[in-house]
T-cell receptor, first 113, second 112 residues
Framework: DAKTTQPPSMDCAEGRAANLPCNHS???????VYWYRQIHSQGPQYIIH???NNETNEMASLIITEDRKSSTLILPHATLRDTAVYYC??????????????FGEGTQLTVNP | DGGITQSPKYLFRKEGQNVTLSCEQN?????MYWYRQDPGQGLRLIYY???????QKGDIAEGYSVSREKKESFPLTVTSAQKNPTAFYLC???????????FGPGTRLTVL
């Protein structure tokens, strides 16, 4: 799986959009970008994933650059409950060798009141 | 409710003792996983299983053992051979070809 690079920490004001960047310059054509988040002392939670098109769900939006070397997770209206570590993961979807996820250290997002 | 349960939430053991962490899921998922997390670090894969009676080593399997006798259960044993077992342990499950892994609440193991 391709390696990802994320800033170690970010701050955001409550109610504003949180934009979390991720670099994955060695991504392969069949690798997807996944985002998970982990609230302190809990198990990680899936947020969203995408291949090359922008994606949106009830939690967030994912913007992938045209060359696919980077992406941005957008939380449109951040709340205090969005304070968590956010992990950007790149992997081949559906591979039978296991849906194993390789977690880096992620970005600690702190939403401030 | 469907989900993954891990018990206990906190576990204390003396050095040199084996300890088994429980993981149960009622999501009817074929694949299950064990991860270890140290403070300030990401998750590292210990073992995973794609089907009953089959499992594979992950990135840090030394000092750990697992079994997969039932689809819904994937217990992890931390043996005395694990040099630094104090950590947060997370179990997850998924359909093998699915995009999403579902995680349990974790067990925090402290070896005294």
């Amino acid at each position: 799986d391709a390696k990802t690079t994320q800033p170690p920490s970010m701050d955001c004001a409550e109610g504003r959009a949180a934009n979390l960047p991720c670099n994955h310059s060695t991504i392969s054509g069949n690798e997807y970008v996944y985002w998970y988040r982990q609230i302190h002392s809990q198990g990680p939670q899936y947020i969203i994933h995408g291949l090359k098109n922008n994606e949106t769900n009830e939690m967030a939006s994912l913007i992938i650059t045209e060359d696919r070397k980077s992406s941005t997770l957008i939380l449109p209206h951040a709340t205090l409950r969005d304070t968590a570590v956010y992990y950007c993961i790149v992997r081949v979807a559906g591979e039978t060798s296991g849906s194993r996820l390789t977690f880096g250290e992620g970005t600690q997002l702190t939403v401030n009141p | 409710d469907g989900g993954i349960t891990q018990s206990p939430k906190y576990l204390f053991r003396k050095e040199g003792q084996n300890v088994t962490l429980s993981c149960e899921q009622n999501l009817n998922h074929d694949a299950m996983y064990w991860y270890r997390q140290d403070p300030g670090q990401g998750l590292r894969l210990i073992y995973y299983s794609q089907i009953v009676n089959d499992f594979q080593k992950g990135d840090i399997a030394e000092g750990y053992s697992v079994s997969r006798e039932k689809k819904e259960s994937f217990p992890l044993t931390v043996t005395s051979a694990q040099k630094n077992p104090t950590a947060f342990y997370l179990c997850a499950s998924s359909d093998p070809l699915a995009n999403e892994q579902f995680f349990g609440p974790g067990t925090r193991l402290t070896v005294l």
